[in-house]
Nanobody, 116 residues
Framework: QVQLVESGGGLVQPGGSLRLSCAAS????????MGWYRQAPGKQRDLVAS???????NYADSVKGRFTISRDNAQNTVYLQMNNLKPEDTAVYYC??????????WGQGTQVTVSS
């Protein structure tokens, strides 16, 4: 079973940047379309960015132009570069496949807090 480990979150001021990482165990990772999701307190978990196995990307309107998803299949890792962060980006961020339902068990996530 693939395990997902997210890291890179933290406290940042509005306008700041963070780079999240998602490390996946298992050799099948490179065939999966992967996504970054986020869940704010009291809200559902939403997909904000996705990347196909060959690198095609898609973004939610709320993050388009500010976030960039990428992947390194050799390292079994997916990244999310987040720039010009806003308070409404505050959430726990998770990665998983973009299939419905997501294929793997959820990791612990990484907390992103945007506040002055």
């Amino acid at each position: 079973q693939v395990q997902l480990v997210e890291s890179g979150g933290g406290l940042v001021q509005p306008g700041g940047s963070l780079r999240l990482s998602c490390a996946a165990s298992g050799s099948m990772f490179r065939f999966d379309a992967m996504g970054w999701y986020r869940q704010a307190p009291g809200k559902q978990r939403d997909l904000v960015a996705s990347i196909s196995s060959n690198g095609n990307t898609n973004y939610a309107d709320s993050v388009k132009g500010r976030f960039t998803i990428s992947r390194d299949n050799a390292q079994n890792t997916v990244y999310l570069q987040m720039n010009n962060l806003k308070p409404e980006d505050t959430a726990v961020y998770y990665c998983n496949t973009v299939s419905l339902p997501p294929r793997y068990s959820w990791g612990q996530g990484t907390q992103v807090t945007v506040s002055s």
